[in-house]
């Protein structure tokens, strides 16, 4: 929904290997399907719920920069940053256009999924793709990421088309730069018959040729990867209504494709942005799809007080189809106790240069290394919290609950364990009535930091407990023994 600006694109650093090992998390486990216990959830082959949650950013894929050619992504230590953070999951960025703008800005990208064979030159000037065929290289690229990532305990969702660029980016480069513009190919594919400009007829049905150039790249990244346990899908990011259709196909040809396959992944479907509000979609389309996932729109509160999944679909809350840039801390522990995974659209910036930047880290904020905007360490560090205590809990059982806590954020497993959000800090009331005996109390901080114990509490009753510090406040209570 945000604007993809240039600057934030260019990410480079040198990273030690050494310390990318000693680093190194327990690999993910998979693959992932929706949880039959709890369908807020996925569940990995041995029934183990998986909460996901983590920064994403466009150049974790493709290399996009505002030189030709774009400096390389420094992926190890973009994923040394999430573990540092502890998070466990992204979005794998794919771009569909050469070069683009954005308020003016141009950014290259490259690679991509067809070879640039020739004869003849593209708009850009290099030589025009081949659609008939699939550049190894591409798939080679993309299956080192995910495998990568699940070394690193990190679940991959696989971005297979991008809608925002040909409806947003700025004339002309939102067609010009694409590869089914018919100045671009050898093929004679036209993905714009009408002239208009953007090129969404691409991600319609309404042009066979095109379609099934593009089941062959989707068949063929699902053979790249279909071994692998952390993968997931998403169709397409942000495309307007007229993408429906399309992304139905798209959902139900990887489901039936995998069916006769090793392996099954959850196939998602993400918020249908659209610069004309003519064009944006719903949340209902979301739910009514055969998508496995879903990641809706601000409507309905999503932004600042998120509805309570009700296990119709597993919500990937996102900031990207809320804010485009923004989101912050109480948003991730609201999302969290409504049955929701949060994600966040990591904007990585301030721009890289490639001198001077040997030993720093992404995390490197106070030596003038910066490779993310402290601003948003708030969400960084709030997701990981989150993780870190749906890892001590049984997420089979623990469901929204909110009229059980006065904040009105409850998660909990009513007479076992319940997790509340105090977004105000200061007292709360819980209805403790389903518990019989004692109940431990902890205090935990919404970012980062060691729990806080707190007097044991008698359960029957609504309790009053008051946090043990300032500012807002997470409550997490359990039955003893």
């Known amino acids: 929904m945000g604007r993809r600006p240039a600057s934030a694109l260019v990410v480079i650093l040198a990273w030690s290997v050494t310390a990318m090992s000693a680093a190194c998390a327990a690999p993910a486990t998979g693959p992932l399907r929706v949880s039959p216990d709890n369908p807020r959830y996925f569940a990995d082959a041995e029934g183990k719920i998986v909460y996901l949650t983590g920064s994403h ?26 573990r540092e953070y502890h998070h466990n999951f992204i979005r794998l960025w794919h771009w569909e256009l050469t070069r683009y703008a954005y308020d003016g800005k141009t ?24 659609l008939s065929k699939l550049d190894q290289a591409y798939f080679d690229r993309l299956r080192e990421r995910v495998v990568q990532a699940g070394e690193q305990g990190i679940y991959v969702s696989i971005m297979l088309f991008e809608g925002h660029g040909l409806h947003a980016s700025d004339a002309p480069w939102c067609w010009d730069g694409h590869p089914m513009n018919a100045a671009n190919n050898i093929n004679g594919i036209n993905g714009d018959p009408d002239g208009h400009g953007r090129g969404i007829e691409t991600q319609s049905l309404v042009i066979p040729a095109v379609t099934a150039i593009q089941e062959a790249y989707v068949r063929k990244v699902v053979d790249t990867v279909n071994d692998l ?9 942000e495309s307007g209504t007229y993408s429906t259709p399309w992304q139905y196909h798209f959902i139900n040809l ?21 610069r004309d509000a003519a064009y ?22 999503y ?34 106790c409504r049955g929701m995974n ?26 003038g290394l910066s490779r993310l905007d402290p601003k948003w360490d708030p969400v960084r560090q709030a997701m990981g919290q989150t993780l870190r205590l749906a890892e001590r809990l049984d997420l089979r059982r623990t469901v929204p609950q909110g009229a059980l806590a006065s904040s009105g954020y409850c998660l909990a497993d009513p007479g076992r364990e319940y997790v509340v959000y105090l977004p105000e800090g200061g007292q709360v009331t819980v209805d403790l009535t389903a518990v019989t005996g004692d109940v431990q109390v902890e205090w935990l901080p919404p970012l980062q930091g060691d729990a806080v114990a707190g007097p044991a509490v008698t359960g029957g009753d609504k309790r009053t407990l008051q946090a043990p510090f300032g500012g807002d406040a997470v409550l997490y209570l359990r039955v003893a023994g």
């Open 229 to 237: 346990d952390n993968v997931l899908y998403e169709i397409a990011n």
């Open 280 to 301: 944006r979609g719903t949340n209902q389309t979301l739910f009514d799809s055969p998508a496995d996932w879903i990641s809706p729109n601000p409507e309905g509160g």
């Open 254 to 274: 990887i489901h039936e494709y995998e069916a006769g396959k090793p392996k099954q992944h959850p196939v998602g479907m993400t918020f249908q942005y659209h």
């Open 303 to 336: 932004n600042d007080d998120p509805p309570a999944a009700d296990g119709s679909k597993v919500i990937l809350s996102d900031t990207d189809h809320l804010w485009g840039i923004g989101g912050n801390a109480p948003w991730v522990w609201k999302s969290f």
């Open 342 to 367: 949060p994600l966040f659209m990591d904007p990585c910036s301030p721009p890289i240069e490639a001198e001077g930047t040997a030993g720093g880290t992404w995390t490197d904020h106070l030596t």
């Open 107 to 130: 950014t290259y990208c490259q690679p991509f999924p067809w070879p640039r064979t020739g004869p003849g030159e593209a708009l850009d000037g290099k030589p025009r793709f081949d």
């Open 57 to 82: 950013t466009w150049s974790n894929l493709k290399d996009m920069g505002a030189t030709d050619p774009p400096p390389p992504f420094d992926y190890l230590g973009y994923l040394q940053m999430l």
